[in-house]
């Protein structure tokens, strides 16, 4: 049983526009977010986080948005650049002192020049 | 970057044969994961240690292991490898339990 889903496996977006990439999730209790960029043959990097506390949280060209009551967070890159394609996973935890993080499939971005 | 190596970076092994990937941090961080990356699943969780000597299992443990004798070292050990463990091995490691988590560059593993 999947908890966190992305349902694109694949989005194309040309350079300069907006990219949006979307996760859901099914357990209420999730409490934390997170969004993780990988390159081929490199390990995850961090790209931004949001608490359930919030409905919002942006850094320079990354803004994610929270929809508790819908269980649905989405990414956005403004404006997308060609670096940016990457296969972006989505992150949930309960919080706690533990930090199991349950991932989602993963979708892969390509920004086309 | 956060100071995270893994090795080997790639490994090919038969069916049967016992593996141990290798962990290592400079960053002196407390938590320390082990996921793997398959298609269709995202990273799942396999092991994960929350000081030397203390570990836990994940929602993938079955049929692997994990030591941690040192801060900076966390081993995962295939005690006998099958073909479903085919897969691109992460570690992580975060400060705390309930920090952001940073991933290692992965092994990739091919158990034949």
């Known amino acids: 049983d999947q908890q966190v889903k992305q349902n694109s496996p694949s989005l194309s977006v040309q350079e300069g526009r907006i990219s949006i990439l979307n996760c859901d999730y099914t357990?209420?209790?999730?409490?934390?977010f997170l969004w993780y960029k990988k390159y081929p043959a490199e390990g995850p990097t961090f790209l931004i986080s949001?608490?359930?506390?919030?409905d919002k949280n942006e850094d320079g060209r990354f803004t994610v948005f929270l929809n508790k009551s819908a269980k649905h967070l989405s990414l956005h890159i403004v404006p997308s650049q060609p670096g940016d394609s990457a296969v972006y996973f989505c992150?949930?935890?309960?919080?706690?002192?533990?930090?199991?993080?349950?991932f989602g499939t993963g979708t892969l971005l390509a920004v086309q020049p | 970057d956060a100071g995270i190596t893994q090795s080997p970076r790639h490994k090919v092994t038969e069916t049967g044969t016992p593996v141990t990937l290798r962990c290592h941090q400079t960053?002196?961080?407390?938590?320390m994961y082990w996921y793997r990356q398959d298609p269709g699943h995202g990273l799942r969780l396999i092991h994960y240690?929350?000081?030397?000597?203390?570990?836990d299992k994940g929602e993938v443990s079955d049929g692997y292991s994990v030591s941690r004798s040192k801060t900076e070292d966390f081993l995962l050990t295939l005690e006998s490898a099958t073909s479903s463990q085919t897969s691109v091995y992460f570690c992580?490691?975060?400060?705390?339990?309930?920090?952001?988590?940073?991933f290692g560059p992965g092994t990739r593993l091919t158990v034949l």
């Open positions: 992580a490691i975060s400060p705390g339990g309930a920090d952001t988590q940073y």
């Open positions: 357990n209420s209790m999730f409490d934390y």
């Open positions: 949001i608490s359930s506390i919030k």
């Open positions: 992150a949930a935890n309960y919080g706690g002192a533990t930090n199991k993080l349950i």
């Open positions: 960053e002196n961080h407390r938590y």
């Open positions: 240690s929350y000081g030397v000597k203390d570990t």
